[in-house]
């Protein structure tokens, strides 16, 4: 089927060029709103009425005679019909639809992937300060930015994953003194106690491996402890390591990997910082008043201008982004992705105005973000607000320790990230339709069984499933299942266009909707041999498509449930 659109979309061009010889209008499909209407739509005729004065009706028939003398139109589309305003729909014939069988067998896993390009493309995502364990809000930020990466690789880009911390700030010196204080022999409650110390059971268990001088290995960093409760230096570095090496940890269970670290600090001891201060001082950008720094980032759209440098000489926290920024466009990424809380809204604006104001040339509107709002845990049909471990919030590895990773990353995909999510506990444990991801995976694992009784019980050999006759495939179910593969690999064109990883969870659960529908209707251990290795084919096809669904979701694919 994907080659079949290739060539009508190609044959509407050459229909365009022939019926409208002045357009440049870039022609299109569509799917149409309802499956009734047809396999595919255009919109071309109403687009080009208004400009060229001409009734997009019967600017729609125009077109059609024309389409009509395409041999591509003729091979593969069984009607062409005018609708509404000037909709044109085209119902394809089946053999272009169980095409797709074959496009999926042959291509396997790189079924819906694009070539590969030269486009370089950096997504931020998870930059986490070591200051404790990981919260769900990590989790979902972590499933974001893990399957928008691998949706970009689709589309044949280059792909970095980074993540940047603040080893050195304010956060990391309540860190120290947390850890310091345990190491005195205090506890939370004590008179002594800091009063605005972290109080969860970690720091006992980073002052306890403080003591007994072991080395803590991060993927970014290695530090061994002197032991010495005085030493506050090394309670700092020992306590930032010891947390990064527990964010790995989890991040290694949640399946989330990084190309690279990036320290706040690194901005400040390279330069960075002063340098792109410098660049909008020297812009002609900024101004002082009342002993501050101030960035004119009005001149940019943001509501009002913006303090850079404090009175006290500190700079203000979006400085060191916009420097962090800038040494991304220095490194050649042509797009730039931040993943975060939906609480940095507000530094969108001055951040941008930042990086137009230093004039080295990024484009407007760079970097893009996807900002998430916040996950609410339901357990036992409660609110779960606290972790022993965390001491204030639900942590990413109680969730995994609850349910799974798969569960995890299914579910805080599943929506788009601008929506508030609750994560039902109880729910990800149903062994149900009302749970997704069992809906989807018990969709691949019913396939693979019956694949497996083929080849046990029939002798069928699925090494010659991409031989079958796949004309055989007529029923109105297995006609819905196949186009339904066809649109997978526009639809990663678009999720990766729009950011939006939620729309493969969207598609997978249509996807596996198709296929139980499939199963409940029709018998596949059939006598008749052909037409049973056709279902066999398009079973092998759809699962493949599962598999390389939930493979960019980071989820599993069980071939036994």
């Known amino acids: ?304 201008d913006r303090v850079m440098r404090k009175s006290d000489g500190g700079y203000t926290y979006f400085v060191p982004d916009v420097a962090y920024h800038i040494a991304k466009w220095e490194r050649g990424f042509q797009q730039v992705v931040n993943i975060q809380g939906s609480d940095h809204h507000g530094t969108i604006a001055r951040v941008r105005a930042g990086l137009q104001a230093a004039g080295v040339g990024i484009p407007q509107g760079w970097p893009d973000y996807v900002l998430h709002k916040m996950v609410t845990v339901l357990k036992g049909g409660e609110e779960v607000k606290i972790s022993k471990r965390a001491g204030s919030y639900v942590t990413l590895r109680d969730l995994i320790e609850w349910t799974s990773k798969d569960a995890v990353r299914f579910f805080l995909i599943s929506r788009k990230a601008d929506t508030e999510f609750v994560f039902d506990v109880d729910l990800a444990l149903k062994t149900n339709d009302e749970n997704p991801v069992f809906y989807v995976q018990y969709a691949h694992a019913r396939m693979s069984k019956v694949l497996r009784d083929w080849a046990a019980d029939k002798g069928g050999d699925l090494s010659a499933l991409p031989k079958a006759d796949f004309s055989l495939l007529k029923a109105d179910t297995e006609l819905t299942l196949m186009t339904r593969l066809a649109e997978y690999p526009g639809m990663l064109t678009l999720a990766a266009q729009g950011l939006a990883p939620h729309d493969v969870a969207f598609y997978l659960r249509d996807l596996a909707g198709a296929f ?24 092998s096809a759809t699962a493949q498509v599962l598999r390389n669904g939930l493979a960019l979701l980071g989820v599993g694919a069980p071939e036994k449930m």
Request: with cysteine; aromatic share 8%; glycine share 8%.
């Open 1 to 304: 089927m994907i080659q079949a659109k290739r060539a009508l979309l190609s044959a509407l061009k050459d229909a365009l060029r022939i019926a409208v010889p002045d357009s440049s209008h870039i022609p299109v499909f569509e799917a149409p709103k309802q499956a009734s209407h047809g396999d595919l739509a255009c919109t071309a005729a109403m687009q080009l009425a208004k400009p060229l004065k001409k009734n997009p009706r019967e600017l729609a028939q125009a077109l059609i005679d024309v389409l009509q003398q395409q041999p591509a139109v003729q091979q593969w589309v069984a009607s062409l019909e005018i609708a509404g305003p000037g909709f044109i729909n085209l119902r394809l014939k089946p053999e272009a639809k169980q095409a797709i069988v074959a496009e999926v067998l042959a291509e396997g896993e790189r079924f819906g992937c694009q070539p590969v390009s030269e486009r370089k493309v950096l997504v931020e995502f998870v930059s986490a300060n070591p200051t404790g364990p990981l919260h769900v809000g990590h989790g979902r930020q972590g499933a974001l930015g893990d399957a928008l990466c691998n949706l970009f690789a689709t589309q044949g880009q280059q792909v970095t994953r980074e993540f940047y911390y603040n080893d050195a700030g304010v956060q990391i010196a309540t860190l120290t003194a947390s850890t310091q204080a345990r190491l005195k022999g205090l506890k939370p409650g004590d008179a002594e106690w800091p009063e605005s110390a972290y109080n969860g059971d970690y720091i006992a268990d980073i002052a306890a491996d403080f003591l007994a001088k072991k080395t803590v290995k991060a993927d970014d960093r290695e530090f061994t402890a002197s032991g010495d409760i005085d030493d506050v230096d090394g309670i700092r570095q020992f306590a930032v390591a010891y947390l990064r090496h527990e964010q790995d940890l989890d991040l290694k269970a949640f399946g989330v990997r990084f190309d690279n670290y990036y320290l706040e600090s690194s901005l400040y001891t390279s330069g960075r910082v002063e340098q792109a201060v410098k660049k909008l001082v020297d812009a002609g950008k900024t101004f002082e008043e009342g002993g501050a720094l101030w960035l004119r980032s009005t001149d940019y759209g943001d509501d009002k």
């Open 516 to 539: 139980h529908s499939y199963y409940a209707a029709e018998r596949f251990l059939v006598d008749e041999v052909e037409l049973s290795r056709a279902r066999m084919a398009l079973l």
